[in-house]
C-alpha cells in the first residue's frame, strides 16, 4: 500500500511538472535574444507544406522549442555545474580554471595546416616584394596553464608558434610575443578572466614589443587615461553557461589622440576609436573599433606620426589596431574572413610602409580564410 502511494504521488508530481512546463511554454513570452549568450535565439518554424516536407519544420521546430525553455538558463547552469561534478575538465570546449576564470579548449598542432598556411604567408610576401612581420599570438589557457592541472589535451601553443616561425621564408620576420609576455611580472592582468582575448594591458605590450622591434619609441602606460568599464562578460562566459561566476571590468586606454575610422562596407566617417554605444549592449567588447569588419582605416591626426601599416588580422587586432594608430599616421587592418579581394592589390594601392599579419595560435589553426591570402 505505501509503494502504491509512493508511485501516485511521484506520478502526480511528474505530471504536475510537465503541465506546469507546458503552460508556461505556451504562454510565457517568447523572447528574441540571450544576454548571456550574446546571441539571437531560434525563430519559430514555419508551418509550409514544402518546409514540413522537406523536413526542416521539424528541425527549426526542435531548435525554437529548446531555446524558448522555459527557466532555459537554470537548467543550462545546472548542465555546466553537473559536468564540474561529475570532475570533467571542459564543458562546450570551455576549461573552468581552480580561480574561476574560463578558458578555450587547445588547439590541437596539427602540421599539414601550419605548413599550409606559412606557405600562403611566404608567398604573400613574395608577391608584394616587402618584408611582412608574422606575430601569433599565444592563448590564455597557455599561458595560465597552472590555473587548469591535468590537462588531457596540453595547450601546445609554443610548439605551434615554433614550428610557424622555423617555416617563414626570408621576407617574414617573426616576432616572439611569448617572450615580451614573459618578462611581465603579473601576467594574469594580460588576459580577461571571462573571454579569450587578452586585455588592453595585454595588446600594449604586444604593441610596445612591436614598436622596439622597429626602433621606434611609443607612449608610456601612464601616457594613457584609463577609463575602466565594469559589467563585462565575455564569449567563454556566454559558451561555458556559469552564469554565477561574477562579472570583470575592461579598460580603455585613451592617449588624447584625435582620430577618424572609416569601413569599408559604410559610407562616413567616424570620429575616435572606442564606440561607446556598444557599452550599454550585451557583448561590450565591439567598444575598440566597433568589432570586425572586412577593411578598417584609422587616420591619425598628429603630424608627428608617421608611416601606413596593413595589418592582416583576426579580433585581437580589434584593441591592439587602437594602440598601433598612436604611432603610425594611418593603419588599416584587414579581416580575410570577411575581405575578399587580393590584399596584394590593396598594398598597390596603399604602399605600406609596414605590413603586420597577426593572428591567435587559436583562429591560426582554425580559419580555413589564410590560404587565400594573395
Known amino acids: 500500500m505505501r509503494e502504491t502511494t509512493k508511485n501516485r504521488i511521484l506520478c502526480l508530481l511528474f505530471g504536475g511538472f510537465l503541465l506546469v512546463m507546458g503552460a508556461l511554454f505556451l504562454f510565457a513570452p517568447k523572447e528574441d ?4 549568450e550574446k546571441r539571437y535565439l531560434a525563430e519559430a518554424p514555419r508551418a509550409e507544406l ?7 519544420f521539424g ?8 531555446d524558448q525553455l522555459p527557466g532555459r538558463n537554470f537548467f543550462l547552469n545546472l548542465s555546466a555545474e553537473a559536468d564540474r561534478w561529475e570532475n570533467l575538465q571542459v564543458t562546450k570546449e570551455i576549461y573552468r580554471g581552480k580561480s574561476g576564470r574560463l578558458y578555450e579548449s587547445p588547439a590541437a598542432y596539427d602540421e599539414a595546416v601550419i605548413r599550409r598556411n606559412m606557405a600562403a604567408l611566404n608567398a604573400f610576401a613574395e608577391t608584394v616584394a616587402q ?23 596540453p595547450y601546445e601553443d609554443e610548439a605551434i608558434v615554433e614550428s610557424a616561425y622555423g617555416l617563414a621564408a626570408p621576407g617574414i620576420r617573426p616576432l ?18 571571462t573571454d579569450h582575448h587578452w586585455t588592453s594591458r595585454g595588446a600594449y605590450t604586444a604593441y610596445r614589443g612591436y614598436m622596439e622591434t622597429k626602433g621606434r619609441a611609443c607612449p608610456m602606460p601612464e601616457d594613457y587615461r584609463v577609463e575602466t568599464v565594469e559589467g563585462f562578460y565575455g564569449t567563454t562566459y556566454a559558451r561555458a553557461c556559469f552564469w554565477n561566476l561574477p562579472a570583470e571590468s575592461l579598460e580603455l ?15 562616413g566617417e567616424y570620429t575616435g576609436l572606442f564606440f561607446l554605444e556598444r557599452l550599454q549592449e550585451a557583448d561590450k567588447y565591439p567598444v575598440w ?17 608617421q608611416g601606413k601599416l596593413l595589418v592582416i588580422r583576426d579580433s585581437y587586432a580589434n584593441c591592439l589596431g587602437c594602440f598601433l594608430a598612436d604611432s603610425y599616421a594611418q593603419v588599416t587592418l584587414v579581416d580575410l574572413r570577411y575581405y575578399k579581394q587580393p590584399v596584394s592589390e590593396l598594398c598597390k594601392e596603399e604602399g605600406f610602409d609596414d605590413i603586420l599579419f597577426l593572428y591567435s595560435v587559436g583562429n591560426f589553426m582554425r580559419d580555413s580564410n589564410i590560404v587565400w591570402l594573395q
Open 289 to 305: 573599433l566597433d568589432g570586425n569588419h572586412p577593411l578598417v582605416t584609422i587616420t591619425n591626426h598628429d603630424p608627428a606620426a
Open 50 to 56: 514544402s518546409e514540413i516536407l522537406s523536413g526542416r
Open 176 to 193: 616572439n610575443l611569448i617572450k615580451s609576455f614573459r618578462e611581465q611580472p603579473e601576467k594574469e592582468t594580460l588576459y580577461y578572466r
Open 59 to 66: 528541425r527549426q521546430a526542435e531548435s525554437w522549442a529548446a
Open 253 to 267: 586606454w585613451d592617449s588624447g589622440g584625435t582620430y577618424t575610422v572609416r569601413f569599408s562596407e559604410r559610407d
Open 33 to 36: 535574444f540571450s544576454p548571456r
Open 131 to 153: 618584408p611582412v612581420d608574422l606575430a601569433l599570438v599565444p592563448s590564455a589557457g597557455f599561458w595560465m596553464a597552472e590555473d587548469i592541472p591535468g590537462l588531457a589535451d
